[in-house]
C-alpha cells in the first residue's frame, strides 16, 4: 500500500497514512479537525534493463574516466586534445 503526506491547512502539522489507491483522500486534521491536504513528493526512478546506458544512474558503476580517455584516444580523438582547442 503506499504511503501519503498530508499536511494541515490550519495548524500546519505533517502526517502521513498508509492508504489503498482506491482510498479516498483524508479531509480532517487528526490534531486540529482541520483542513487537510495531500502532498506530492518526489518519486524515485530506477532505470533497469539492457536499453540504459551505464551513464543513466548515479552509481560509480559506469566506465572511470580513465577507461573513457583511453578508448577514445585507440579511435584518433583524445579528450587531452578537445579541451585544448576549447
Same mark, same amino acid.
Do not use: W
Given at each position: 500500500?503506499?504511503?501519503?503526506?498530508?499536511? #494541515?491547512? /490550519? =495548524? %500546519?502539522? *505533517?502526517?502521513? !497514512?498508509?492508504?489503498?489507491?482506491?482510498?479516498?483522500?483524508?479531509?480532517? #486534521?487528526? /490534531? =486540529? %479537525?482541520? *483542513?487537510?491536504? !495531500?502532498?506530492?513528493?518526489?518519486?524515485?526512478?530506477?532505470?533497469?534493463?539492457?536499453?540504459?546506458?551505464s551513464?543513466?544512474?548515479?552509481?560509480?558503476g559506469?566506465?572511470?574516466?580513465?577507461?573513457?580517455?583511453?578508448?577514445?584516444?585507440?579511435?584518433?580523438?583524445?579528450?587531452?586534445?578537445?579541451?585544448?582547442?576549447?
Amino acid at each position: 500500500m503506499p504511503l501519503y503526506e498530508y499536511q #494541515c491547512t /490550519e =495548524c %500546519g502539522v *505533517r502526517f502521513e !497514512r498508509q492508504q489503498r489507491f482506491q482510498d479516498a483522500p483524508l479531509r480532517v #486534521c487528526p /490534531e =486540529c %479537525g482541520g *483542513r487537510v491536504q !495531500r502532498l506530492i513528493g518526489p518519486v524515485g526512478v530506477i532505470f533497469k534493463g539492457s536499453g540504459f546506458y551505464s551513464t543513466d544512474h548515479r552509481s560509480g558503476g559506469g566506465r572511470s574516466k580513465r577507461s573513457q580517455k583511453a578508448s577514445e584516444s585507440k579511435k584518433g580523438t583524445a579528450v587531452g586534445n578537445v579541451e585544448k582547442n576549447a
